[in-house]
């Protein structure tokens, strides 16, 4: 039983995947040719990791020019990892300063607690960011909550 090199699917020794069209053997590429993408030269958990590393700039990257599933998966989930973290700094300016008006108007002073705050959500995602590296590097699909899901539902 054969199967694709490019996305894994059954071929049955056809000289093209009909999953992705990707040529299959030696046969389907001619002699003095080079068959090499741009991260030819680059394992699949090795590309994922380096998709997390410059966040969604990296992730981008990836994910427009590696055709591995694996690959897509992680780079995509690196883009939604950072919109996410951006998502929860807006929130948290948001609530911080409305705390902040709130309180100094009833003259009792706790929107300085967001100044707590600020560096446990900074290793929270920090620590997060390290994870989703480790577990790609391991070449494990690790979906993250929430957004995992919406990234394995974009890549298929």
């Known amino acids: ?3 694709c090199s490019a996305c894994g699917a059954e071929t049955s020794g056809a000289a093209f995947c009909p ?4 040529a299959q053997g030696a046969a389907a590429v001619p002699a003095g040719a080079v068959a090499a993408s741009s991260t030819a030269g680059m394992d699949e958990n090795v590309a994922g990791l380096v998709s997390y590393i410059f966040g ?4 981008l990257i990836f994910l427009l020019i590696d055709k591995r599933p694996f690959v897509k998966f992680h780079a995509a989930q690196s883009i939604a990892l950072n919109i996410a973290f951006v998502a929860v700094w807006i929130l948290y300016g948001i609530v911080s300063f409305f705390l902040t008006i709130v309180t100094a108007a009833m003259h009792f002073p706790i929107g300085f ?3 707590f705050f600020f560096p446990i959500i900074k290793l929270a995602f920090l620590v997060i960011w390290i994870f989703t590296m480790y577990k790609a590097y391991t070449h494990e699909k690790y979906k993250l909550p929430i957004i995992g899901n919406m990234v394995e539902g974009m890549v298929k």
């Open 113 to 115: 607690l967001g100044v």
């Open 19 to 22: 999953k992705c069209g990707a």
């Open 56 to 59: 969604w700039i990296s992730g």
């Open 1 to 3: 039983m054969a199967f």
